[in-house]
T-cell receptor
Framework: SAVISQKPSRDICQRGTSLTIQCQVD?????MFWYRQQPGQSLTLIAT?????????ESGFVIDKFPISRPNLTFSTLTVSNMSPEDSSIYLC????????????FGPGTRLTVT | AQRVTQPEKLLSVFKGAPVELKCNYS??????LFWYVQYSRQRLQLLLR??SRESIKGFTADLNKGETSFHLKKPFAQEEDSAMYYC???????????FGSGTQLTVLP
């Protein structure tokens, strides 16, 4: 398994501000992903965080709104920019260890409330 | 585009009764399907994958390509099985997961 931590665990932010969420893994991983889980909804993939290059975004998500960094194989950040109440969600990072592996390990999530 | 459907948002059964959580999918390629589970106050974790054809915590799931289904079953539910269950499908070159909407299972005493 992989030990994954996220900071902050929760936050309450004002609209128009930005929040950066950190995801730290205890060992090197091949893939890192960011998901959003809106209230009462399932998980939706935001993007794949690529080490040393721009993230790959899913349809409906753009870099200006959700800039992502992945400077090395154990760390990634997701920024939620210019927030509105519709951005209130749980944001989760997940990782895959090893080439050819299929199991994703999930972080504990960051609960964001935008007022 | 791929899609995973879980028709039941809530499911309640009595302890000792059989339980089946339904999952249907649509995918143009060869599907790889999973069940993830989230117990109360715990993080999301893998329960089982169709490739391994294993039984985990008494749960099994068989991929039925003809019916495009991957239902999760357990013959005798236990109270500790109460959790949110997500069916998921892997796709894409980065092997991203597409999740269903989830089924909240409650096993009553």
């Amino acid at each position: 398994s992989a030990v994954i931590s996220q900071k902050p665990s929760r936050d309450i932010c004002q609209r128009g501000t930005s929040l950066t969420i950190q995801c730290q893994v205890d060992s090197q991983v091949t893939m890192m992903f960011w998901y959003r889980q809106q209230p009462g909804q399932s998980l939706t993939l935001i993007a794949t965080a690529n080490q040393g290059s721009e993230a790959t975004y899913e349809s409906g998500f753009v870099i200006d709104k959700f800039p992502i960094s992945r400077p090395n194989l154990t760390f990634s950040t997701l920024t939620v920019s210019n927030m509105s109440p519709e951005d209130s969600s749980i944001y989760l990072c997940s990782v895959v260890r090893g080439q050819g592996a299929d199991e994703q390990y999930f972080g504990p999530g960051t609960r964001l409330t935008v007022t | 585009a791929q899609r995973v459907t879980q028709p039941e948002k809530l499911l309640s059964v009595f302890k000792g009764a059989p339980v089946e959580l339904k999952c249907n999918y649509s995918y143009s390629g060869s599907p790889e399907l999973f069940w993830y589970v989230q117990y109360s106050r715990q993080r999301l974790q893998l329960l089982l994958r169709h490739i391994s054809r294993e039984s985990i915590k008494g749960f099994t799931a068989d991929l039925n390509k003809g019916e495009t289904s991957f239902h999760l079953k357990k013959p005798f539910a236990q109270e500790e099985d109460s959790a949110m269950y997500y069916c998921a499908l892997i796709s894409g070159s980065a092997r991203q997961l597409t999740f269903g909407s989830g089924t909240q299972l409650t096993v009553l005493p």
